[in-house]
């Protein structure tokens, strides 16, 4: 791909890696590339990071043909760059876009243009412990066109900002609220998509979570709102009697790169996985019984979240004694260990940037 | 309220009145009114339409936070311009945004917002039969920030662009696919609201009815795969053996405005409207026995559209010989009558804007 550099005059000052926070601090530069129906990709370019024009009848600002990935470059302790599993990121995008009606790309297209930002970006990846570079890969329509449709004209960008560790004070358990009346997703929907319209719809179950004294909030399917799928951005697990225990990938769920990754590591290690669907009756049941042994969200940002409490209704119960558990706290360390370089990387998941 | 005006150079050619479209002809100006956590509503303004600068890491284009509405101004005969029932589209408005977790706002706020608009433009309106000024007011989050969040910062917009007939060629019957994969809503969702997420997800399904030559889908709920929802996005309606029957209002089904004015209509006219669930089922059985009369959708756009064919799986009906239906037609007359000022607007839906 023929990427054009646009240099900016004068760079940032690169923020205290100390107090990174989450997306506080952009990077210099972003990718930008342009679709066309009759003529596909094309114009891809390195530019200085800032506001874009957009028409007030963009179909994005009215439809939200959008979707987006999120994934981080990580420095390693004798300086490499590494990232962990784009091309997933890139294969969930293509899958999200054609949910959305959106343009599609070949997966090396995204890589690379994930890998040359990284390239012009590199000073800007910490190396303070649990840091690392978001970055954050989305396309919307473009098009001006205030008739629901399939829009014509669409931008692909690429951003990202350092981050510090999700979890400045360490990783602790978090208490869950089972929201049984607002819905996330439902067979035949977006549910299995990054797609902005999942977001915004999810808000409401954050507020009202918080509003309960919890840190997240976990949806239930939308059919029966009986099986759990997942806790706030994350995909979830359980540790039940021990085996594992994880919604099924059909549709409702974000088939989640750690989600494929924990999975993997823990068939390895010799844990039975059960990607079936856990009623939350039987979940508040295990959690009574004792059997309930420890549960934890999947995702990028955070890699893993302990849950310490479900708060479902008038019941709830709690895990492990609100302490992060034996296996959740492993599969931290052996998988950020991978990422920052620190592990062997068996399954040969980081992609070194050079 | 205190609107400042800014007003451009030279104002745009107006096009002409017999090949309008839709939304091709954006007007001269454009309403804009920002809203800051802690200050609220400020700074509202009638500038020049044009391009609006966004952040790439604006909440609107990652998470779609954003809802929109719809609604025409009418040129009558005599010259006057009209209103339809604006202040439903205020209380809708402001439902969506609640469960977006987005800023409500004083009906009277969104109302005036058009008024003044539409007064500014008045010479936009168009005075062809069926031609009208279409408005689109949306609100947006345009807080640059990457975590997903309730955002702190918002736009209302309003826009708007003269259009023609809906069906140019004169109102005819369209082909329907009874979509049975894909869902538009589910309860606990979003389908209530004119929330940009609801659109980007029935793209696919308008995209796949037409692939089978079809005009437009008619969603099945989301629980079920059973019960008739939308076609399109309209709300739909259907005479079987003298009654009327449409999907209740129940969290996945919009509440449209068209909908509530035909609902009146034909109450006042002696017909029974059922608003309850319809399988669809039912709704082929009736099709097949002759006892589906007609059959229509309801909307801003096309104020009525009426179906001629249904098709679901390998089976179809045709509703009165793909012939519009006698009482359609009249509902179509008198409804946009009474848009139009032509006939006497006895509910008292029409505001003049003076």
Redesign the interface.
């Known amino acids: 791909m023929d990427i054009k550099f646009v240099k900016r005059d004068v760079l940032k000052e690169k923020p205290d890696q100390k107090n990174l926070g989450?997306?506080k601090y952009?990077t210099d530069y972003?990718f930008v590339m342009d679709w066309d129906q009759g003529i596909g990709w094309h114009d891809a370019r390195i530019e200085p990071?800032?506001?874009?024009?957009?028409?007030?009848?963009c179909v994005?600002?009215?439809?939200?043909?959008?979707t987006?990935e999120g994934l981080k470059a990580y420095r390693t302790k004798d300086g490499r760059i590494l990232l962990f599993r784009p091309e997933m990121n890139a294969k969930r995008m293509i899958t999200s876009n054609e949910?959305?009606?959106m343009p599609g790309f070949p997966e090396d297209m995204f890589v690379e243009a994930i890998e040359e930002l990284v390239k012009v970006e590199k000073d800007w990846i910490p190396s303070e412990p649990e840091t690392s570079l978001?970055i954050?890969p989305?396309v919307?329509a473009t098009e001006a066109?205030?008739?629901?449709?399939?829009a014509i004209s669409y931008k692909f960008?690429v951003?990202c900002?350092p981050v510090g560790a999700y979890y400045p004070e360490g990783i602790n358990p978090v208490k869950i609220l089972v929201e049984d009346?607002?819905?996330r997703a439902?067979?035949?929907?977006?549910g299995f998509t990054k797609?902005?319209?999942?977001?915004?719809?999810?808000?409401?179950g954050?507020?009202r979570a918080e509003a309960k004294g919890c840190t997240q909030v976990l949806w239930l399917d939308?059919?029966n709102?009986k099986y759990v799928e997942e806790v706030?951005?994350m995909n979830i697990m359980f540790k039940i009697n021990g085996e594992i225990y994880t919604a099924p990938i059909e549709g409702t769920v974000l088939p989640g790169v750690t989600r494929d990754s924990i999975i993997h590591i823990l068939k390895d290690w010799g844990y039975k996985v059960n990607e079936t669907h856990l009623s939350v009756d039987d979940l508040m049941k295990a959690g009574h019984d004792g059997t309930l042994e420890e549960s934890f969200g999947t995702g990028t940002a955070a890699v893993i979240s302990p849950v310490g409490e479900f708060v479902y209704k008038d019941d709830s119960v709690v895990v492990n004694d609100f302490k992060i558990g034996e296996l959740t706290q492993r599969l931290y360390d052996y998988l950020t260990g991978i990422q920052w370089g620190n592990e062997e990387d068996k399954y040969g998941w980081t992609r070194e940037v050079l």
Chains 1, 2 share one sequence.
């Open positions: 989450f997306g952009m972003m990071y800032g506001p874009i024009e957009i028409n007030p009848s994005t600002l009215h439809y939200a043909q959008e987006f949910r959305l009606c978001y954050r989305f919307f066109s205030l008739g629901v449709h399939q960008m951003i900002c009346e607002l819905v439902v067979q035949g929907g977006t797609c902005g319209g999942n977001y915004a719809a999810s808000i409401l954050q507020v939308g059919v709102r706030g951005t």
